[in-house]
């Protein structure tokens, strides 16, 4: 009986730990957007109702806290549609903020005093943001316009991996050798275990089918996998409603 238990135990944490490392691991595909609510003079706004939603009907919805923060963390990647109200202010509508792969999108919102029925829509031009303000990690996201538009050598989106700052040609990143690199899709490992390239995957990534990627080329977070050189987490696109 007691064997019994024992190994019923042991399951159960093995268990445990494989979901634990999946959820760890899938951080890598997706995004954060957060921020803070204030009123027109610079205070916190608490408990507003912040929403956002995505044109394949992905949608998640919180009050934000005391000091007016909220955060919609472990999102897939694309454009959200985010709406802010609170008793005593306009409804602050924001279209199209896009949501970048591996990094935080910071979403500031100034509501306006009136009627919870006036809406205030404002153009967020998050898009095209690349400064990362949240934590130390270097690196580019090369998003879905750059990708259709350059040139690529058999439409391949690994090909453009030498635009990034500090990768040569040769696959090395930032001084480091370049078997080191870690390259997932979606969260999932897809490294070519017998080359050293870092423009092979086991997977034939197809322009068409990428929807942006990010080079972290130093100071990788810990969520973002395994090796010691750069993480190219690559993300493909998502259907709609």
Excluded: C
Aim: no cysteine; hydrophobic share 40%; proline share 2%.
């Amino acid at each position: 009986m007691k064997f019994v238990w024992k190994t019923l135990i042991g399951l159960a944490i093995f268990f445990v730990f494989v979901l634990t490392q999946q959820s760890a691991f899938g951080q890598a595909g997706t995004s954060t957007i957060r921020g803070t609510v204030t009123d027109p003079q610079g205070g916190v706004v608490a408990h507003a109702q912040v929403s956002i939603k995505n044109a394949s009907g992905f949608s998640r919805s919180q009050e934000t806290t005391s000091n007016g923060a909220y955060s919609f963390d472990l999102i897939p990647v694309g454009d959200y549609d985010v709406t802010v109200e609170a008793a005593g202010f306009r409804k602050a509508s924001y279209p199209s903020v896009h949501a970048l792969v591996s990094n935080v999108v910071t979403l500031d919102v100034k509501l306006e005093v009136g009627s919870t029925s006036q809406i205030v829509q404002v153009e967020a031009g998050t898009s095209e943001v690349q400064i990362n303000t949240q934590d130390a990690t270097l690196g580019n996201t090369i998003v879905a316009n750059q990708i259709n538009q350059l040139p690529l050598e058999g439409r391949n989106v690994l090909s453009v991996l030498t635009l990034q700052p500090a990768v040569t040609p040769d696959g090395s990143v930032a001084g480091a050798r370049s078997d080191q690199s870690n390259i997932t899709l979606d969260g999932i490992d897809i490294n070519e275990a017998q080359s050293s390239d870092i423009s092979s995957a086991v997977l034939r990534l197809n322009a068409e089918a990428v929807e942006e990627f990010r080079v972290t080329t130093v100071n990788a977070n810990a969520d973002e996998g395994r090796s010691s050189a750069a993480q190219i987490n690559l993300v493909l696109k998502s259907g709609f409603n």
